[in-house]
């Protein structure tokens, strides 16, 4: 469930940074108020996730998910263009955010959680 609320993040986080400027600076009423409803959405959602998940991961997660997906948006709906130092950046990002996710202390803090509780299982008969 945890990663269902970090993904519901990142979609109101990716809906707020599209309304952020589509609001020119907060001249525009209805998406500045749509950027406000969708980062609120995004950090209540947030909270929820980091119940469970690490922070570490989730904030990985969150933010590198919402950058690479922020680039796409603005690249079909905003017209941006995207150089080769975008796609390196993004590139580095996508093996940052693998690497915390294969090998950071959240999956060490994991397996020794379930080691403990194997343990705890066995000295207690079940």
């Given amino acids: 469930m945890a990663y269902l609320f ?10 707020g940074t599209s309304m952020l400027k589509a ?9 500045t108020l749509g950027m406000l409803f969708s980062f609120i959405f995004s950090f209540f959602f947030l909270s929820l996730s980091l119940k469970t998940i690490p922070l570490n991961i ?13 680039v796409i948006i603005s690249i079909f709906i905003w017209k941006e263009k995207i ?15 693998t690497i915390l996710n294969l090998f ?23």
């Fill in 23 to 31: 609001s020119e600076g907060f001249t525009k009423w209805l998406p």
């Fill in 6 to 15: 970090l993904a519901f993040a990142i979609v109101g986080e990716l809906i």
């Fill in 58 to 70: 989730a904030y990985a997660l969150w933010s590198g998910l919402g950058i690479i997906a922020t």
């Fill in 83 to 97: 150089n080769g130092a975008s796609i390196i950046g993004i590139s580095l990002i996508l093996i940052g955010v």
């Fill in 104 to 126: 950071g202390p959240a999956q060490h803090d994991a397996k020794n959680a379930e080691h403990m509780v194997e343990k705890e299982s066995i000295s207690n008969g079940g």
